[in-house]
């Protein structure tokens, strides 16, 4: 890949690295531990399922307006600090939130303030491996990083006490990331056209050969939206205490983590569509293994697969970003990525509460299922087209 002669910001893989862990670290307190502290307000499963729900549609509508408007706008990281400040402000507000709608309406909007973040920081960090060669696994990785030490925080800090301390503990992981948001590097507005990236294809990178990869890799993620919303409350009613639970969810991400390392060896071993490939392979059998009653250990050993489910789509798209998307239109890109991911998870999320209730975890057959569709769809785009070999293809 070609090198730009633009200058590198100081310390650009350190200071990304910083807004990963901290953003991610928000996720290690909310996934695991939000549904706890729901059903700690005497909330029912469809209940949380519609609370765990609504925030993500609003995060679908959100995210790809605020990538398309950060394209635009002569700094992308001011949208990071816009939207680190007012996700702390309503975990703030979630403290203090106590019934169905109050708390629907609370974390609804924090959904849909935090909903950029993730993406334009993705865009801000690709834009580094475009231009400088940065290897992108050394920089997310520290994303996963953060979510297994506030994993661990929280889930120490609430076998300590009791559920109650989750919003606060949310408000705080919050707070890393609004300091952080300060200190991602400054790359100014994204290049123009006059730049193109390896392999940019006409319609920078949108075709449908991508488009139906990104539908299938969401699609297979989507499969999460039960193991994020329920998986906690299964281990808790299985008898695992907050401590247990939080080394579950962090076996996963620690598999994550192992990858990301990897990932710059891996790449130039294996193709990104071989990665999305297995990956879509993997949660098929995750969901069909996860309705078995598994005591701890199996059950940690069935989390590492996380790492496959997971880090292998998303490493494998992001690097088929790279190679087809040019800069001017990374963020849109990325918000577009996000849409598919959000719209998705939102339907896996909604059905996962009615189907949770309705057969326990046997419903995990059905995220099996959905995964085996998402399966097919990427080895639909994966697969070669004879008229494309050559220049004009």
Known sequence: ??????????????????????????????????????????????????????????????????????????????????????SLVSALALTLADGFWMVLLVFSLQGAAFAPFTPVLESITVTGVRRWGYRYGSIRVWGSIGFVAMSLIAGEAMAR????????????????????????????????????GPRQSADSGLGGRLTLLMIGCTLVQSTHGMYYGFSAIHWQAMGFGGTEIGFLWSAGVLAEILFFFLSGRIARRISPNALILFGSAAA??????????????????????????????????????????????????????????????????????????????????????VAAIGLWLNTRAARPQPQSMGSGG
């Open 1 to 86: 890949m070609a090198q730009s002669s633009l200058p590198v910001p100081s310390l650009f893989a350190t200071r990304c690295a910083l807004a990963y862990a901290a953003a991610l670290g928000v996720n290690g307190v909310l996934l695991p531990f939000f549904p706890v502290w729901l059903k700690s307000l005497s909330l029912d499963d469809f209940q949380i399922g519609i609370i765990l729900t609504v925030p993500i549609v609003l995060r679908v509508l959100s995210a790809p307006i605020a990538g398309m408007l950060a394209d635009r706008l002569p700094e992308r990281a001011r949208v990071l600090v816009f939207s680190a400040a007012l």
């Open 161 to 196: 006490s009791s559920g109650s301390v989750v919003p606060w503990a949310a408000s705080a992981a919050f707070l890393l990331t609004l300091i952080a948001a300060f200190g991602v590097p400054r790359l100014g507005r994204a290049n123009g056209s006059s730049e193109p």
């Open 284 to 369: 098929v059998l995750r969901w069909c293994l996860f309705v078995l009653p598994l005591d701890f250990w199996p059950a940690l050993l069935l989390q590492c697969s996380h790492a496959f489910s997971f880090a292998f789509l998303h490493f494998g798209i992001q690097q088929k970003i790279v190679e087809q998307v040019h800069e001017s239109r990374e963020s849109s890109v990325q918000g577009t990525y996000f849409f598919y991911s959000g719209a998705f998870l939102a339907a896996s999320t909604f059905l996962s509460g009615a189907l949770y209730r309705e057969f326990g975890q046997p419903a995990y057959l059905a995220m099996a299922a």
